[in-house]
């Protein structure tokens, strides 16, 4: 089941995917996809309604199509995740997660135009795999107990201005909080229809050129214990976003290679969770 929301900004409707590519309305079941109605099982009340046949069917053509979870309370993102990344970059690999936050108010459509901040010379790519959290997390006892808090996945691009993150602070938020910085979507696939995290192939494109062509299954610390190890220190709640990484392929990684300027086009995507695509400007 992939759980979407359509129209213009700050006006979308929630929506349901089914297995046929069908598109249904959901404003009877709730007002949007967030952290609320993951929390009161709203996804087992959307399979409940799509079995029963009793859900309008929506008409897509022409609708925007908007970040899947609405105002998450926290993006966490992971860095260094993948050997490959880590080896690229110069990095060694880390021995516990590399852990950074992210400003919420980034996410945007998996369509959405991409602003390239004022004074930017190196805003760089990062297609990574979202997993977002359906249920409350805290001091979860071992990484066996993730997948009962995990509501879905998706795509995420951790746009990165490089300057910005590695040259004007050491803290790396400066470089990954500009505006429109996470698009996400454009679904969110129910957990149920990932069989398996940790073999998804993640493939970006700049202009049409491939750029990174990765496996979950190089991470350096899985899904599970990803979402185990945050549950430690802060607390996970519903519609939370976690960024897990980036496989090698980044423009800081490959010398010579041009990083983003306005026109350019990145195409995204991950095995079973669809396709992004982003023309960028200048802000």
């Not at 299954?217 to 220190?233: C, G, R």
């Amino acid at each position: 089941m992939k759980l979407l929301r359509l129209g213009p900004v700050g006006q979308e409707v929630p929506a349901v995917q089914d297995g046929d590519g069908r598109t249904y309305a959901l404003g009877a079941l709730t007002p949007d996809i967030d952290g609320p109605f993951l929390a009161d099982g709203g996804v087992e009340r959307v399979r409940a309604a799509l079995a029963a046949g009793v859900l309008p069917p929506l008409d897509t053509e022409g609708l925007r199509v908007g970040a899947p979870i609405a105002r998450p309370g926290k993006v966490i993102c992971v860095g260094l995740n993948y050997r490959d990344h880590a080896e690229e970059t110069g990095a060694a690999i880390p021995a516990r997660p590399v852990v950074f936050m992210k400003d919420p108010a980034t996410v945007v459509g998996a369509y959405d135009r991409v602003l390239i901040p004022r004074g930017s010379t190196r805003t760089d790519w990062e297609v990574e795999l979202a997993v977002v959290i359906g249920r409350q997390a805290r001091y979860l006892d071992s990484p066996e107990d993730a997948a009962a808090v995990i509501g879905g996945y998706a795509i995420s691009n951790d746009v990165s201005e490089r300057e910005f993150q590695l040259d004007f602070s050491p803290q790396w938020d400066l470089g990954k909080s500009c505006e429109t910085f996470n698009p996400l979507g454009p679904w969110l696939v129910t957990a149920d229809e990932v069989a398996d995290p940790q073999a998804l192939g993640l493939r970006l494109s700049v202009n049409g050129e491939p750029r990174q062509d990765g496996s979950t299954k190089n991470m350096v610390f899985d899904v599970a214990h990803l979402v185990w190890y945050l549950s430690q220190y802060m607390v996970l709640n519903p519609g939370d976003v976690i960024n897990t990484g980036t496989p090698a392929g980044v423009a800081l990684g490959l010398p010579g290679t041009p990083y983003l300027r306005a026109g350019d086009t990145v195409e995204l995507a991950i095995d079973g969770l669809g396709r992004q695509s982003q023309t960028f400007a200048q802000a």
